[in-house]
């Protein structure tokens, strides 16, 4: 599968392509900039998941290609714990079009799994030689019907001080 998207930087048009491949519990994505607009890519970045036979991701890695060495270098890992509770987006009729990989990293938000995240574990910056580590604990409520009506994200981070999120969730028949 490939997508590719238009970009503006100063003025200047440059695109981005992206490919994915997957296979035996694995997700590959790879993307390519042409800053030029003359059709000419250069790698930028990649990323690896490992999922669970449901499809939820328990574990990605990221790199970023240096050109300085022309080599794919590990920018970061994260992990990811799940409950054994339906995701709301897997009752979605178009679940499977959200199964690609975003243009970050693999975010909660943009690659949802089958089950609900309980916990993730991120670690960047493993480039450097001066890695850091952000913590998030998910805590799930469940309505009366067991669907996940409230998460609450909380957030530990190396160097920042810890944040809280919440996400609200509606149901409505159609």
């Known amino acids: 599968m490939q997508d590719s998207s238009v970009y503006t930087n100063s003025g200047s048009p440059y695109y981005v392509v992206r490919n994915y491949s997957y296979g035996n519990n694995l997700i590959y994505g790879e993307q390519h900039s042409d800053l030029s607009g003359l059709g000419t890519t250069m790698p930028l970045q990649k990323d690896t998941a ?14 970023y290609y240096n050109t300085a060495t022309n080599n794919w270098e590990i920018t970061s890992t994260t992990s990811y714990t799940n409950d054994a509770k339906r995701s709301p987006f897997s009752l979605l009729s178009n679940f499977k079009t959200f199964r690609v990989f975003p243009s970050g990293e693999t975010f909660y938000y943009e690659m949802p799994g089958y089950y609900n995240i309980t916990s993730q574990t991120e670690t960047n910056s493993i480039e450097t030689g001066n890695p850091y580590t952000n913590s998030f604990t998910h805590i799930n409520v469940y309505n009366s ?9 909380n957030g530990t981070y190396s160097s920042s001080t810890p944040d809280t999120s919440r996400l609200i969730f509606t149901y409505k028949s159609l």
């Not at 669970?52 to 991701?57: E, L, P, R, T, V």
């Not at 019907?145 to 994200?153: A, E, W, Y």
């Open 50 to 63: 490992t999922t669970d036979s449901y499809g939820n991701i328990l574990l990605s890695k990221k790199y």
């Open 145 to 153: 019907k067991n669907q996940l009506s409230v998460v609450t994200i």
